[in-house]
């Protein structure tokens, strides 16, 4: 028996997943849909959801390979063994791929362990008998704090990832590579017909290496997103907050995770958006061309052609992409350019003068953050870090012997 996760869109937008089991194709396994709609529907996004179901997935899984029932046991009033969460753990630490017993991470593994042990908890508390009364109450706290001494722990320190975050930048070469490409797009192409999706896949790059957007943020984009140049003010992407976006069809929808903003670009990247729309866009078959379509799509033919990109098919549009320009290296995948961007950022902050607030508000409007944002306060880290190596310099120096 394999069981399977599968998506829909509601006629509101609303993106949802249910599991099923090769039993009953047919039928959403309830529990599992009970444990979604009622305790994470409200204040969780659908990715969320479905990484919640994929979890859950691996619990039911491990209950077919022992031959058990976890809820029939609950409602006899049993619960689940030291020896059996020893087991489960066990089982969620193998990957699912593998066929060697190869393990997966411990960050993949606490991911998981996180869904199964809220399931467990609200299932407990669905299904046993008299989980009021003082002894039994115990024992299922007792159940809860195993469970959660199952979560391996961090490897690494925060400042040791933050760190990284800061050194995780392009070389000047791949830099310099990439800006030659964008204000020559076409290189290469020895077939008119490729030119279409060679320019959509450069402009896409464009926009994350000159904005800093994220991917799902870039797939979001519609054609009233796109402001052109007016009255002396430069032409601007606008990113909006999307969940459930009634007019996106795609069952994975790529949403914006940040706040909305809008976000300035350069005349050459706004002429390259203009010759997309009106050379290659609008000659597609079946796309759309009102303000709440989506710039970017399919244009391979076939019947998604003129559809939105999805993420799968920005994936695969990458992929060929780097492969079509190997002396790329393997260093650029989509979130390097924000990681990129930032860096670029603080160098011309330097540059500025601006102040570390100035900084930070600056950085926190651009990227979409709230004020106080975390993640600004890594990126900022940059003028401690050079002012401390400034002030263990001149203590270094204090060994040089003055000069005669």
Known sequence: MTFSIKSYISKSGERFSLLFSADAPGIPLFYPSAFLSRHLRENNTHQTQVAALDAIRRLCEWERDRGLSLEDNLVIGELLSIHQIDDLASHVKVSRRSRNGQLISGAKFNGYWFYITAYLCWLTDQLLPKRNNKEVRQLV???????????????????????????????????????????????????????????????????????????????????????????????????????????????????????????????????????YQTLYRSELPNVGHSDNDFLFCVHRRGRTQGNPLSINGFNSAFQYFRGLFPDLGSEIHPHAFRHDWNYRFSLLADAEGYTESEEAEARETLMGWNPGSDMAKVYNLRHRKAKAMEVGQQIARDTERPSK
Do not use: C, W
């Open 141 to 275: 706290n007792d159940q809860v704090e195993s469970l959660k001494a199952k979560t391996l722990k961090r490897i690494g320190s925060k400042a040791r990832k933050n760190q990284h975050t800061l050194e995780d930048k392009l070389s000047e070469n791949v830099r310099a590579k990439l800006l030659h490409i964008f204000n020559d797009p076409y290189q290469d192409v020895m077939h008119t017909a490729n030119r279409a999706t060679r320019l959509r896949n450069v402009v896409m790059l464009r926009i994350l290496y000159e904005t800093g957007m994220r991917r799902g943020e870039l797939l979001s984009l519609k054609i009233k997103h796109f402001v052109e140049a007016s009255g002396g003010d430069s032409a601007y992407l606008s990113i909006e907050t999307n969940h459930s976006d009634e007019y996106d069809r795609r069952v994975n929808q790529p949403v914006a995770k940040t706040l909305g903003r809008d976000l300035p670009i350069s005349e050459g990247l706004e002429s390259q958006i203009i010759e």
